[in-house]
């Protein structure tokens, strides 16, 4: 049991290029969301997945795209890199009717130069 | 608009002593509060939570303190010990089952031996 993982843990990337950060989870949990963590900001939420079939934008969307292939998977896509979006990305998982925890992976370093 | 605040980014207590960590939200809509603690290079993890129906929640070392009129909320660890060097993440969530979870900035603790 796994849990939630992320791939790739690092990757750099050249401005205007694209990439696609991989989260799937293993624990059957309706929601999905993806975060950006930055030096004093905290975590901001830039997209969630209420349930499979749906996305909704959170505080900071612009840039990004998001599918919810399935129920274990929630990808991020950055279409044309920028560096304003070096940061660490953390993708989590929640399961409707357990409170509030959600279940983190170990994050994504992406780096734009 | 921060509507979690983690005023202290740091936190030094000494081993064995109480640490206490501090929260303020300006959103009166949140009914559900929750404490992430993040060791460097992992995702976050649930460490505990509190309804806005309740004053204290207690797990072990760990008590989360609401106080609803002035909008501020503590975590206290007593005892401290090593292990609990890590930065803490005050979260807030709004009422309904998908609402979008809201974090602070984050305070790193260090606990000295």
């Known amino acids: 049991n796994a849990g939630v993982t992320q791939t790739p843990k690092f990757q750099v990337l050249k401005t205007g290029q694209s990439m696609t950060l991989q989260c799937a989870q293993d624990?059957?949990?309706?929601?999905m969301y993806w975060y950006r963590q930055d030096p004093g900001m905290g975590l901001r939420l830039i997209y969630y997945s209420a349930s499979e079939g749906t996305t909704d934008k959170g505080e900071v969307p612009n840039g990004y795209n998001v599918s919810r292939l399935n129920k274990r998977e929630f990808s991020l896509r950055l279409e044309s890199a920028a560096p304003s979006q070096t940061s660490v990305y953390f993708c989590?998982?929640?399961?409707f009717g357990n409170g509030d925890t959600q279940y983190f992976g170990p994050g994504t370093r992406l780096t734009v130069l | 608009d921060q509507q979690v605040k983690q005023n202290s980014p740091s936190l030094s207590v000494q081993e064995g002593r109480i640490s206490i960590l501090n929260c303020d939200y300006t959103?009166?809509?949140?009914?559900?509060f929750l404490w992430y603690k993040k060791y460097p290079a992992e995702g976050p993890t649930f460490l505990i939570s509190?309804?806005?129906?309740?004053d204290k929640n207690e797990d072990g070392r760990f008590t989360v303190f609401l106080n609803k009129s002035a909008k501020h909320l503590s975590l206290h660890i007593v005892p401290s010990q090593p292990g609990d060097s890590a930065v803490y993440f005050c979260?807030?969530?709004?009422?309904?089952?998908?609402?979008?979870?809201?974090f602070g900035t984050g305070t790193k603790l260090q606990v000295i031996p």
């Open positions: 979260a807030a969530r709004g009422s309904g089952g998908y609402q979008k979870v809201t």
């Open positions: 959103n009166s809509m949140f009914d559900y």
């Open positions: 509190i309804s806005s129906i309740k």
């Open positions: 989590a998982a929640r399961l």
């Open positions: 624990m059957n949990h309706n929601s």
